[in-house]
């Protein structure tokens, strides 16, 4: 008996630490944080989970913290987002009668629990306990009558998150149910809201089912019918296992067949957890505990998007990719944590850019819906390639990035962009200067590519491209101005007026102040076009300290405000970095520990802006370990300050990175030397490849 103990208790030590348990599943789940506690993987294609609201700015998650009910689960989710779709096939047990039309139920937020991969509740209202995990493809639900009496359940096929109450009737343009196996229901149906897509999906039960009730629509827009089915008076727990494919029926039943023949939920929860501490143990940290939780919680919400959609046995097909805001250090972290996913997410833009046409702007679902600005695939792409990543179809990838880049589509007219060397805001009526600086830097990204491959013309037209920033830069006021097509400048300039798509104005989600640093691809030349490194730095210290009317626009995503700095939206991300580069590293170390100590916190409030499918979280992780990508394309990271005093990165061919911040502490957040390796770090910039080396990057850390 003592060598069998002895032997579990060395199994266990061999096991490592439980990251799951360092993970707070609910953070961001309150306010503007859009976060979810559902059951999801790595990259999966399944998010599935509590629903307590499925409608409008507040739900784009499809959870709030504070709600007392619950509507039911769903299938899939986006993590952290300002728009809302997905949360398809909505189910909720019930015993007795409900209490409610729409069969929602009281949340015993005292039972409510959740780790990666696993979440359960109590409903109040039917004492049900109610759990869910999944594997990539399939989810599976366990309800459980306390009282041992008949658990029925409601099927909701027309709920989805959308923007509007009005929406969400509206939204399925068509649908079919196949109800003729009393274990199974299968279907598909056609959305049209922020995406237009099709999902096909199966719906499988572990005993048979009669459809007891078909209730009334809710409104005349409504296509698919909520069902009751009965499972008669079984006191055994209720499993449902629920999986979607983006190409056929057959591929959700193939993947229900491949993941999860049987009914195993314990096991599919232990897996659930084994997946998980696979990715999150790739950085180990020294920290206390509530700064661990927060970086853990970090990975994992890193990690949650994209999902490979791909039915299992098909090529990987990447979606929810929300570029815009990743591209800026989300995806750069990937290549690093997560490098096994890079070829096939980079590969995928292929699948898109046959589909409509250019490569992907914001996917969703498997399909565009156009949102946001840039093309910021392009620099995901190159970075991928300048970085040495194998498998990549570099020649598709190249044409699809000039073509992406040069002929007109629905969101870009390039003969007005390169008649006037700008977007001209009388032509481009709104966003036209933050559309200027997006494309340059995707212009200069593939100038690299293009470069590289030997196309020399387009080199150098992509490379003019990408100095069209100095077009819109008006050096009396040393910030971003609109012009017109005839060069006049936007009269009566507002700086602190924010723009929006939705209100108009010439920028996205922010205003000129928050703008004008946005020349990822030339930092030095914004630094020339300001008068030198000295007014640089001045006017930088100007955005952290100006406060200003921000002119009634819509200010929703701009938040997080430290001056006019929003780390709440992610075109402020790279801008502390930028003291580095203009030779004031003890200011940029001031305001990285600032913003990494007030804009992330151990609760459902931690975060003051979306997630936005984890670049708030990648901004942490790389800040924390003293470096980050300004410039997102090409593997040169510029050196911060670490906030955390040991981490270790698990790199391919078990080779480790550590950092070291020697002698941090409160007082001591400044930088005095780095090393790399025992020998003096050249400039403020740390190269990918000398990541991928392996080795120790030593801060001596001051006052």
Excluded at 202 to 222: G, H, M, Q, S, W
Excluded at 478 to 492: C, H
Excluded at 664 to 688: F, K, M, W
Aim: charged content about 20%; overall charge negative; aromatic content about 12%.
């Amino acid at each position: 008996m003592r060598k069998i103990l002895l032997l579990l208790l060395v199994c266990a030590a061999c096991a490592g630490p439980d990251y799951t348990r360092k993970v707070n599943v609910f953070a961001g789940t309150d306010g503007a944080g859009h976060c979810h506690p559902c059951a999801a993987l790595p990259f999966g294609a399944i998010q599935a989970g509590p629903q307590t609201g499925n409608y409008g700015w507040d739900y784009c998650g499809g959870y709030q913290w504070a709600d007392t009910l619950i509507q039911g689960f769903s299938q899939n989710r986006i993590s952290g987002t300002g728009s809302s779709e997905l949360g398809d096939l909505l189910m909720m047990p019930f015993t007795g009668e409900p209490g409610r039309p729409d069969y929602s139920s009281r949340l015993d937020k005292a039972s409510e629990t959740a780790w990666p991969g696993y979440y359960t509740c109590r409903l109040a209202d039917y004492g049900i306990r109610a759990e869910v995990t999944c594997t990539p493809h399939v989810a599976i639900h366990r309800y459980t009558s306390e009282a041992g009496a008949p658990i029925r359940l409601l099927l909701d096929l027309q709920s989805a998150q959308v923007g509007s109450r009005q929406r969400l009737y509206r939204r399925v343009v068509d649908a079919a149910q196949d109800w003729s196996d009393s274990l199974r229901v299968t279907g598909y149906t056609h959305s049209v809201a922020w995406n237009d897509r099709t999902i096909y999906y199966t719906i499988e039960f572990n005993r048979p089912y009669r459809v007891a009730a078909v209730l009334e629509k809710r409104d005349t827009a409504e296509r698919i019918a909520r069902r009751v089915l009965d499972f008669g008076p079984s006191a055994e727990p209720l499993l449902v296992k629920a999986s979607i494919s983006v190409e056929s029926v057959d591929g959700a039943r193939g993947n229900v067949a491949a993941e999860l023949p049987g009914w195993n939920f314990e096991a599919v929860r232990e897996e659930a957890g084994r997946l998980w501490n696979k990715y999150l143990s790739r950085i180990a940290i020294q920290a206390d505990p509530e700064h661990e939780r927060i970086f853990y919680t970090a990975m994992y919400h890193l990690m949650l998007h994209p999902g490979n959609i791909a039915d299992v046995g098909e090529e990987p097909f990447y979606s929810t990719l929300s570029l815009w805001d990743t591209f800026r250090a989300a995806h750069p972290l990937f290549t690093l944590v997560a490098p096994e996913i890079v070829p096939g997410v980079v590969n995928s833009f292929l699948r898109y850019d046959r589909n409509q046409g250019f490569l992907p702007i914001w996917a969703l679902g498997g399909t565009d819906n156009f949102g946001m600005i840039g093309n910021h695939s392009v620099p995901v792409i190159v970075d991928a390639w300048l970085k040495g990543f194998e498998g990549l179809e570099t020649e598709a990838l190249y044409e699809a990035i000039r073509h992406s880049l040069t002929e007109d589509h629905i969101k870009y007219d390039w003969g007005a962009y390169d008649r006037c060397g700008y977007f001209p805001y009388d032509v481009t009526t709104v966003e036209s200067v933050s559309r200027t600086l997006e494309c340059g830097f995707d212009d200069w990204c593939a100038a690299q590519m293009a470069q590289g491959l030997g196309h020399e013309e387009d080199a150098a037209f992509f490379m003019r491209r990408s100095g069209y920033w100095r077009n819109v830069f008006d050096p009396h006021w040393r910030l971003m101005r609109a012009r017109d097509s005839e060069g006049n400048w936007d009269t009566p300039f507002e700086p602190f007026r924010v723009g929006h798509w939705k209100t108009g104005g010439a920028f996205t989600e922010g205003n000129s102040w928050q703008y004008t640093w946005h020349v990822l691809q030339d930092p030095e030349g914004l630094m020339e076009a300001m008068g030198g490194r000295e007014a640089f730095v001045e006017k930088l210290d100007s955005l952290f300290i100006l406060h200003g009317d921000l002119g009634g626009g819509e200010t929703v995503d701009v938040s997080g405000l430290v001056g006019q700095y929003a780390h709440g939206n992610e075109p402020s991300h790279h801008i502390l970095y930028l003291y580095s580069l203009a030779g004031a590293p003890d200011k940029a170390a001031d305001r990285i520990h600032e913003v990494w100590e007030s804009q992330y916190r151990d609760g459902p409030d931690g975060l003051t802006g979306n997630d936005d499918c984890g670049q708030m979280s990648a901004w942490y992780i790389f800040s924390a370990l003293g470096f980050y990508p300004v410039n997102p394309c090409g593997g040169n990271y510029v050196i911060g300050a670490p906030q955390l005093p040991r981490m270790t990165l698990q790199l391919p061919g078990g080779k480790k990175f550590t950092v070291i911040a020697k002698g941090l502490s409160p007082e001591c957040r400044r930088v005095a030397s780095v090393t790399l390796d025992g020998q003096p770090l050249e400039g403020p910039v740390l190269t990918h490849a000398q990541i991928l080396r392996g080795g120790t990057l030593t801060f001596t850390m001051t006052r």
